[in-house]
């Protein structure tokens, strides 16, 4: 395929397309918008409720951030590596499709592994607070 010509993603949903389509314009643009805005306001609702946790639970907080991280490791590793960065000779070994399906499992990889790191740097925001003396800052 070459890099000009008009790409089938007739094989993709519209929440797919929705999100490489927000994935493009962060990319032109310079910006970070989630890829999956309504599923990143239910990361946020969580990270709140975690903070929350942090105060009366600290080792299951600890814990929460220790799991994150190993996930987040992970989807790192998982995320599709391209052979090469040349955008033409990709353009050459690959169907516009297929380029397009391993974008996207790039954009969810790196969706939901920068969610768990919001929300692991959140817990560990609020122990440190607590640590510190929380709202009183006094050292617990």
């Not at 969580?46 to 996930?71: D, G, R, S």
Request: some cysteine; glycine content about 4%; charged content about 25%.
């Amino acid at each position: 395929m070459k890099t000009n010509e008009k790409r089938n993603l007739a094989g993709f949903t519209e929440t797919e397309l929705q999100a490489l389509g927000i994935n493009h314009e962060n990319f032109i643009h310079g910006t970070n918008s989630p890829e999956f805005p309504y599923i990143a306001a239910v990361f946020e609702a969580v990270a709140e409720e975690l903070e929350h946790i942090a105060n009366t639970c600290p080792n299951a907080a600890i814990q929460f951030a220790k799991e994150a991280n190993a996930i987040i490791k992970k989807l790192r590793e998982l995320s599709p590596t391209p052979p090469t960065t040349d955008i033409e000779e990709l353009a050459e070994q690959y169907s516009g499709e297929e380029i397009a399906r391993r974008l996207l499992g790039c954009t969810v990889c790196h969706f939901l592994s920068s969610q768990l790191t919001r929300m692991e740097a959140q817990i560990i925001a609020q122990l440190e607070t607590q640590m510190h003396g929380g709202e009183n800052e006094k050292m617990h």
